[in-house]
């Protein structure tokens, strides 16, 4: 059974290309997640990956955001921002959220 996440592709005030998801990433869908960045990577870099509304982010989604760290900025929330900085995506990527001033 695949877990509900919504994934809606977008533009920032400032004209940047954000994709904003919405509920649980894990194994069940993480084969969408990967499509839907490399989609809009595919269009403009940096990425902005908006996971202000994830309530869950396993280990495989996790690969997925480290494969691509390169390509994406991340916005997070209160509830993702230590698993983030924990696992060391803070340093490979710019993640805003954690504070006032993004990471790395």
Known sequence: MTT???LTPGRRPDGST???A???IDM???D???A???EQVAAATPLVVDLRA???LDSAGLTVLFARAHQIHLITGPLLAPLLAISGLTQLTTVHGLGDEPTR
């Open 54 to 56: 994830v309530e869950y």
């Open 4 to 6: 509900a996440l919504t």
């Open 28 to 30: 069940s869908n993480v």
């Open 22 to 24: 919405v509920g649980e």
């Open 36 to 38: 839907a960045i490399d």
């Open 18 to 20: 954000v994709l904003r």
């Open 32 to 34: 969408t997640l990967a």
